[in-house]
Nanobody, 126 residues
Framework: QVQLVESGGGLVQAGKSLRLSCTASGSNINNLAMAWFRQAPGKEREGISCINFGGGLTSYADSVKGRFTITRDNAKNTLYLQMDTLKPEDTSMYYC???????????????????WGQGTQVTVSS
């Protein structure tokens, strides 16, 4: 099973940018659908972006559409999330997830994924 490790989180001012990375080991990600989720204390886990095996298909939650960009570098076995124009409400723990199956209609749903990273904290100050 693939192991996922997120990095790149931190404290940033509103309006600034961050790029998260998710590095995989134990499996090549070119055979995996991947996604980013986030969860704030007391809230449900929210799917924010997903990407298919080759990167040609992506989907975004309305809350981040136009501000966040998901990409993947299969040669580096790494998934990215570029986050621009950050808002205080983006403060959360961010997780990457992976699965062998791509379901474009449900790719922002947590039960679609069976591999998860430990998360990286993003805090946006106003």
């Amino acid at each position: 099973q693939v192991q996922l490790v997120e990095s790149g989180g931190g404290l940033v001012q509103a309006g600034k940018s961050l790029r998260l990375s998710c590095t995989a080991s134990g499996s090549n990600i070119n055979n995996l659908a991947m996604a980013w989720f986030r969860q704030a204390p007391g809230k449900e886990r929210e799917g924010i972006s997903c990407i298919n095996f080759g990167g040609g298909l992506t989907s975004y939650a309305d809350s981040v559409k136009g501000r966040f960009t998901i990409t993947r570098d299969n040669a580096k076995n790494t998934l990215y999330l570029q986050m621009d124009t950050l808002k205080p409400e983006d403060t959360s723990m961010y997780y990457c997830a992976a699965d062998r199956w791509w379901n474009g209609g449900a790719c922002l749903s947590a039960p679609q994924y069976n591999s998860w990273g430990q998360g990286t904290q993003v805090t946006v100050s106003s």
